[in-house]
T-cell receptor, first 111, second 112 residues
Framework: NSKVIQTPRYLVKGQGQKAKMRCIPEKGHPVVFWYQQNKNNEFKFLINFQNQEVLQQIDMTEKRFSAECPSNSPCSLEIQSSEAGDSALYLC?????????FGSGTRLTVL | QQKVQQSPESLIVPEGGMASLNCTSSDRNVDYFWWYRQHSGKSPKMLMSIFSNGEKEEGRFTVHLNKASLHTSLHIRDSQPSDSALYLCAASMGGSNAKLTFGKGTKLSVKS
């Protein structure tokens, strides 16, 4: 079973509302990734962190997306003003090296 | 932009049969390939990885890599109904922090 903990499992928001999801990486894994998996199973890389610092990120969808990974607190991904197209499974993964270990994901539905 | 193409999109094999899945990267800078398996409603789990030319076998699973053509394939022998899942190929430019680019996956159904 995955030791990457994501909450909540399901999130339902109206258009324009803020959506926030959290991730606790596996202990000892310094690198954290966020991916978006849409209904067509397409994965979109969003951002990755190493020890709280951003390593790479996409142009965070017109700045509506933000993420952080503070020390001693869960990592988080926030969508400031949700749109219907943001409906997807958001997967957090942590890594001790090359292999990614995924959490169960947060399924966001934007009505 | 790096693309990872997988084929076929879906595959049906009989129980006990051989499943063969393909994956090609369009980015010549790619060094590392992974195969992940995602059962319905679950998160992806790493199945196998390959970084060098040649073949690697783990139980019923064999993965091949041809770095010159940036092509990898996954073969599952003696397929079981529990192997029914979405198989995702991912590639990266190497390094422990590098992002993985995923293909759209091959949906495998093993019929008993």
């Amino acid at each position: 079973n995955s030791k990457v903990i994501q909450t909540p499992r399901y999130l339902v928001k109206g258009q324009g509302q803020k959506a926030k999801m959290r991730c606790i990486p596996e202990k000892g894994h310094p690198v954290v990734f966020w991916y978006q998996q849409n209904k067509n199973n397409e994965f979109k890389f969003l951002i990755n962190f190493q020890n709280q610092e951003v390593l790479q990120q996409i142009d965070m969808t017109e700045k509506r997306f933000s993420a952080e990974c503070p020390s001693n607190s869960p990592c988080s991904l926030e969508i400031q003003s949700s749109e219907a197209g943001d409906s997807a499974l958001y997967l957090c993964a942590s890594s001790p090296g090359e292999t990614l270990y995924f959490g169960s994901g947060t399924r966001l539905t934007v009505l | 932009q790096q693309k990872v193409q997988q084929s076929p999109e879906s595959l049906i094999v009989p129980e006990g049969g051989m499943a063969s899945l393909n994956c090609t990267s369009s980015d010549r800078n790619v060094d590392y390939f992974w195969w992940y398996r995602q059962h319905s409603g679950k998160s992806p789990k790493m199945l196998m990885s390959i970084f060098s030319n040649g073949e690697k076998e783990e139980g019923r699973f064999t993965v091949h890599l041809n770095k010159a053509s940036l092509h990898t394939s996954l073969h599952i022998r003696d397929s079981q109904p529990s192997d029914s899942a979405l198989y995702l190929c991912a590639a990266s430019m190497g390094g422990s922090n590098a992002k993985l680019t995923f293909g759209k996956g091959t949906k495998l159904s093993v019929k008993s």
